[in-house]
């Protein structure tokens, strides 16, 4: 989660994901969703689905950073703790993107395994967008990433 006195780290982490995920969104559920829609339908805009799935990771992230600084067992930064909190986000991340599919394409009749493709897909990206948006939080101007 990006932290800090810097807000462009934020901004430039926040923009990273949402590229990220908007991408996710038109390349990858877009296609899954037409092929189960009707003739009629239209799925929703992957730049809003983008935004959607960037808003909910602000808000999860966020709650699950106090989290994460509030108990001391996991603050203490040693490296298997941090691998383990990594482990803890896979949870998060099935619930954040089955929230995602639900509010946003829950229209839509995906089969489950499809849904679970997709699910395991977003958890793959955003843990690789978590990496980019780091290097951007580092490199761009401003930028300050803590944790």
């Known amino acids: 989660m ?4 810097r807000a462009l780290g934020f901004v ?18 877009q296609r899954a969703v037409r092929k189960v829609a009707d003739a009629d339908a239209t799925p929703v805009s992957p730049w809003l689905a983008g935004a959607a799935r960037t808003l909910i990771g602000v808000v999860v992230g966020a709650a699950v950073s106090l989290g994460y600084w509030a108990i001391p067992f996991f ?14 986000l896979i949870p998060v991340r099935v619930g954040e993107w089955w ?9 839509f009749s995906l089969q489950d395994s499809t849904r679970w493709k997709l699910i ?11 990496g980019l948006g780091i290097v951007a939080a580092f490199v761009l101007p401003g930028g300050l990433w803590v944790c």
Do not use: E, N, Q
């Not at 990006?2 to 006195?5: K, V």
């Open 2 to 5: 990006p932290a800090g006195g």
């Open 99 to 107: 929230l995602l599919l639900r509010w946003i394409y829950g229209g």
């Open 120 to 130: 395991a897909g977003g958890i793959g990206t955003s843990f690789g967008l978590d």
């Open 75 to 88: 603050s203490t930064h040693d490296g298997w703790m941090t691998w383990l909190f990594f482990g803890l």
């Open 12 to 29: 430039y982490f926040a923009g990273v994901k949402y590229a990220g995920y908007t991408a996710y969104c038109a390349w990858v559920i």
